[in-house]
């Protein structure tokens, strides 16, 4: 995509990629969550026969992409790539987003099932709206990132999610978490489509793309990992309530710790002053 794909057309891409992911998950989500609901009297065995259904569809899905690609035999290579050596203070930072975005969907199970007990279905409705708002605002977010900037959208996304996560222990209605559900999901998504788009512009800043690439995957990794178990770690010694203000407070740190040392780098300063003055221009 970077050889053959004008830049200004990642979002696009990845914006309709997203959109099509999302109403795949949308309505497989509430389909399964009626039939885990229906057949609960058969549990563990029910989870078995939906986890087979998902592990064939993807199968299938893998092998009709196999076909679109070329006949020709090409050789493969395999050689090793040190790791971590075209990580940027920005990649670093968006990976430690990530961590705060990890941190929270383990929680998200464990206050929805274990505290609220709600159902497999009600649990299905909030992918159901996420997938909803996300397929409707997406385009919107789109239009904002070619307008206001990449970084921009990417952080309203990040604020968004951490805002909504800080007073979720102590939401208990339904529809107020429906309604959270929906403004977390779209932020997601937009989160999604924003990082990508970072990759791909960020990566003619580097040397060895390929080796930027790798790099930005793993630290994006990492973070899920190590949010998962910070997770842990935080329900282990506090209330859940307390977990989501934790989460949220820290989320918000991550996120401004980037943007408070960009603007006292004065190289970053001089060079974020100077793309303002670009696009002013290009406006006026």
Known sequence: MRKWVAANEFPRIFSNNKIIGILIVTFGSFGIGYFLDAFD?????????SMLIGCFATFAGMSLIAELAPKE?????????RPLQECDRRTWWMGLNNVGIAMVTP??????????KLSNSQIAYFVVIAGIVSTVLLPVARKCMERYGMIKVYGVAVIGMALAVLPYGFIH??????????????????HEVASQTIMMKEAAKHRKEMAYFSDFQLVMNAGNGLGALATGILVSVLPIWGCFIVIGISRLCFYFSYRASEEGDPVQAASLQSNRGQANSAKS
Request: aromatic share 22%; net charge positive; charged share 5%.
């Open 41 to 49: 009297w058969m549990f563990p065995k029910n989870y078995v026969i």
């Open 73 to 81: 035999k090409t050789p493969i290579k395999l050689t090793w790539v």
């Open 107 to 116: 929680l998200f199970v464990i206050y929805h099932v274990n505290v609220l």
């Open 173 to 190: 209605s339904f529809w107020l978490l429906f309604i959270a559900q929906g403004w977390v999901g779209v932020c997601l998504s937009v």
